[in-house]
C-alpha cells in the first residue's frame, strides 16, 4: 500500500514538473507596424539573395560547345526550397516556433553541395524562436534539430568578398543609432524626471501652504472666540468682585468653562500638526481622548450661544425650515461663521444684542448672525491691529471649498449683519 502511494506521489510530481516546464511564459509580443515592415523586407533580401545565389551556382552543367549553359529546369528545386526558407520570416514574432519548423524542413530539403541556400534563413528563424517563442521545451528541441542540420560535413557558406564591407559597416552603423536612440530616451526621461520633481516640489509647497493657512483659520476661529469671552467674563468678575461676590463667582466659573473648552478645541487643532500625541498630565482622562471629540456642527449652536450670553449680551437663536443632518464640513463652515460673527459681536460692539438665524432650504443653507450695534468699538469691516480681518477671510476661503458665499456689512442703524450661503443637493 506504501509502495503504490509513493509511486503515485512521483506521478503526481512528475506530471506537476511535465506541466511546469510545457507552460507558456506569456502571449507572443505584438509586432508593431515597424517590425511586420523589417521583417518583410529581412525575408526579402533573404529571398532574392538565396535566389541570386541559386542563379549563379546552377546544377546540371550541360556543354555545348563554345560554353557550358544550364540544363532545363535544373533551377525549379533550389528556388522553391529557398522561397519556403525565406518566405515564412515575415511572421517569426507571431509564430516564431512555427517558422523555425518550416524552415528546418526546408533545411532538410536543402541539396548538399548548397548549405548557403538555407542557412541564413536557419539563423534567423533560430534566433527569432529563442527570443519570441513562449514555448520552452518545444523551442529547446528544435534548436537542438536546428543545431544537428546545420552541423554537417559540408561546408558553411562564406562571405564573398564583395560583401565584407557591408557587413564591417552595418553592424556599425546599426550599433551607433541604438547608442543615439538611447542617449536621446535617456535626455528625454533626464528631462521628464527633472519637471516630475519641479511639479512635485511645487504640489508640496502648496499643500503646505495650504495646510498653514487652515491651521491659521482654525486656531483664530478657537482662540479668538474663546478667550474674547473669557476677557469679559474677567472684566465683569473684577467689576463686581467687592459688591456682588455671587456674580463674580460666576463669572469666573464661566471663565474656567471657557478655558476648558479653549484647550480642548485647541488639543484637537494640535493634532493636525502630529500623529503622535503624547499623554497630558492634566488630562482627566486617558493621553488622547480630549483630541477623539468630534468638531462642532450645529447641534452645539445652543451651547456656542449660551456661552456668549453668560458674557452679558442677548443672543436670540432662531432655526427654520426642515432641520436635517449634513456633511460635517458644511456644519463646521456654518459653526465657525455664526462663532466668529458672535466674537466681533463681543468685541467690538459692547451692551449690543444679536440674533442667529439658521434656514434650512431646499437648496441652500442661510446662515445669518445680526447685530443692534451697541458701543462702537475697533470697526469690522477694516479689520484691526489684533486681527487684520483673518477672520473674515478665513470664513470666506471655508466656504469657498463648498461653494458658498459670505456677504457682510451693515445693518439697520448701527447694527452688523454677516450672512453666508452654502449651497445643498436637493433632498
Known amino acids: 500500500m506504501a509502495d503504490r502511494l509513493l509511486e503515485r506521489v512521483k506521478r503526481d510530481r512528475l506530471g506537476e514538473w511535465f506541466r511546469l516546464l510545457t507552460r507558456p511564459t506569456g502571449p507572443p509580443p505584438r509586432p508593431t507596424r515597424r517590425g511586420r515592415i523589417f521583417d518583410a523586407a529581412m525575408a526579402l533580401a533573404i529571398g532574392v539573395g538565396s535566389v541570386y545565389y541559386v542563379l549563379d551556382n546552377m546544377t546540371g552543367i550541360v556543354d555545348r560547345g563554345d560554353r557550358p549553359v544550364p540544363a532545363p529546369g535544373a533551377w525549379i528545386g533550389p528556388v522553391t526550397v529557398a522561397i519556403i526558407a525565406s518566405a515564412p520570416l515575415t511572421l517569426r514574432r507571431r509564430y516564431p516556433l512555427a517558422v523555425l519548423w518550416i524552415v528546418l524542413a526546408a533545411v532538410m530539403m536543402t541539396p548538399h553541395d548548397a548549405p548557403r541556400l538555407t542557412f541564413y534563413a536557419c539563423v534567423v528563424a533560430a534566433y527569432s524562436a529563442a527570443a519570441y517563442s513562449p514555448h520552452r521545451i518545444p523551442t529547446l528541441a528544435s534548436l537542438g534539430v536546428a543545431v544537428l542540420l546545420v552541423s554537417t560535413d559540408s561546408a558553411l557558406p562564406t562571405v564573398p568578398d564583395q560583401y565584407a564591407p557591408y557587413l564591417i559597416l552595418l553592424p556599425i552603423v546599426v550599433a551607433a543609432n541604438g547608442l543615439r536612440t538611447w542617449k536621446l530616451r535617456t535626455d528625454e526621461g533626464r528631462r521628464r524626471l527633472s519637471a516630475m520633481e519641479r511639479e512635485r516640489a511645487e504640489a508640496l509647497r502648496r499643500a503646505v501652504e495650504q495646510e498653514r493657512a487652515r491651521i491659521a483659520r482654525e486656531l483664530h476661529d478657537v482662540v479668538t472666540h474663546n478667550v474674547s469671552v473669557m476677557v469679559i467674563q474677567a472684566g465683569a468678575a473684577r467689576k463686581v468682585m467687592d459688591a456682588h461676590p455671587d456674580q463674580a463667582r460666576e463669572a469666573l466659573l464661566a471663565v474656567e468653562a471657557g478655558g476648558r473648552a479653549a484647550m480642548t478645541e485647541l488639543r484637537h487643532v494640535m493634532g493636525l500638526l502630529t500623529t503622535d500625541t503624547p499623554a497630558d498630565a492634566d488630562s482627566p482622562g486617558p493621553a488622547g481622548m480630549v483630541d477623539l471629540a ?28 426642515q432641520r436635517r443632518p449634513l456633511p ?26 444679536a440674533a442667529v438665524t439658521v434656514d434650512y432650504a431646499a437648496t441652500h443653507l442661510r446662515v445669518e448672525v445680526t447685530d443692534t450695534g451697541g458701543t462702537p468699538g475697533t ?13 473674515l477671510i478665513g470664513l470666506r476661503e471655508r466656504l469657498a471649498v463648498y461653494g458658498g458665499t459670505l456677504r457682510t456689512g451693515p445693518h439697520r442703524a448701527d447694527g452688523y449683519r454677516v450672512t453666508a450661503l452654502i449651497p445643498l443637493e436637493a433632498s
Open 294 to 321: 468630534p468638531q462642532p456642527g450645529l447641534g452645539r449652536l445652543e451651547t456656542l450661544v449660551a456661552r456668549v450670553r453668560e458674557t452679558g449680551m442677548p443672543v436670540r437663536l432662531t432655526v427654520t425650515g
Open 328 to 353: 460635517s464640513g458644511i456644519e463646521l463652515a456654518a459653526y465657525r461663521v455664526v462663532q466668529e460673527a458672535l466674537t466681533n459681536t463681543v468685541k467690538h460692539a459692547a451692551g449690543a444684542s
Open 379 to 391: 470697526s469690522r469691516t477694516t479689520g484691526s491691529a489684533t486681527g487684520a480681518g483673518r477672520g
